[in-house]
């Protein structure tokens, strides 16, 4: 069964001062849908979260977000984007989940500090919230940030590298989470490196090399003949190319 997108690409190409990332991409993400986004270091991947989220614009095509607005996108970024050395406490960091409903200047009432604790609790922090965060293990963070997502209540879940340097057990529990939500007929886009975990949990996904390899049933577009297409196709991209050869007449 067929749902209608939430997100439709047109022949885009992202990338920065000129120089693309992503190239020549088309394709929907559908409602409800849980697809992960694979590929070499370096092929696209955190850019093409970027443009689904609109902080970066194509280049050329188009990414048209249907029956979505700013408020329906909840963003997980790659822990190494969060300064640990700020001196904030989880609770902050958790409670910034809730800007979208109550603005950046609004204080913090009861009921949104029971959120907080709910969200806490339900990826196992019960009880950190006044916990600095420069103090927590590389999982605690990665939960305090799932806590994050789940006060936001999207409809559509981007995930950049959700399961990177943290043990297994973190990992088992974040994966329950994100199953969750899928039965919630939430999106669920997440960049991933583990072909394995990918094949066990993610119906579906997009092999990317700069350009797409492959975009489908998660069995069929990670076959190692499109695995090796991927490394290939990466190492020989050069990185000063100004444009892609279609455009470039």
């Not at 019960?126 to 965060?133: A, L, N, S, V």
């Not at 329950?176 to 919630?184: Q, Y």
């Not at 990918?198 to 049933?217: K, N, Q």
Request: aromatic letters at 6%.
């Amino acid at each position: 069964m067929t749902h209608a997108p939430h997100f439709r690409l047109t022949d885009v190409t992202l990338g920065y001062e000129g120089h693309p990332a992503v190239h020549h991409l088309d394709g929907v993400f559908e409602a409800g849908s849980m697809t992960a986004v694979f590929g070499p270091n370096g092929s696209g991947k955190s850019t093409l979260l970027k443009g689904l989220m609109g902080t970066l614009k194509p280049l050329s095509g188009s990414i048209e977000r249907l029956d979505l607005d700013v408020r329906d996108i909840a963003y997980l970024p790659q822990a190494q984007e969060i300064d640990r050395s700020f001196p904030a406490s989880v609770h902050d960091l958790v409670s910034l989940g809730l800007i979208r409903r109550t603005g950046f200047f609004s204080a913090v009432g009861k009921g949104q500090r029971e959120e907080i604790a709910t969200a806490l609790a339900a990826v196992g922090l019960g009880g950190f919230q006044g916990r600095p965060i420069g103090s927590l293990s590389g999982g605690q963070l990665q939960r305090s940030l799932f806590a994050r997502v789940l006060l936001q209540d999207a409809k559509v879940i981007l995930l950049d590298e959700p399961f990177s340097a943290i043990d297994a057990r973190t990992v088992s529990d974040l994966l329950s989470l994100i199953h969750r939500w899928h039965a919630e007929r939430r999106t669920i886009i997440a960049v991933l490196h583990d072909a394995d975990l990918i094949r066990a949990h993610f119906p579906d996904s997009l092999v990317l090399a700069r350009e797409p390899v492959a975009w489908g049933i998660s069995e069929d577009a990670l076959m190692p003949a499109n695995l090796l297409k991927a490394r290939r196709m990466n190492q020989a991209w050069d990185e000063n190319a100004p444009w892609c050869e279609e455009n470039a007449a």
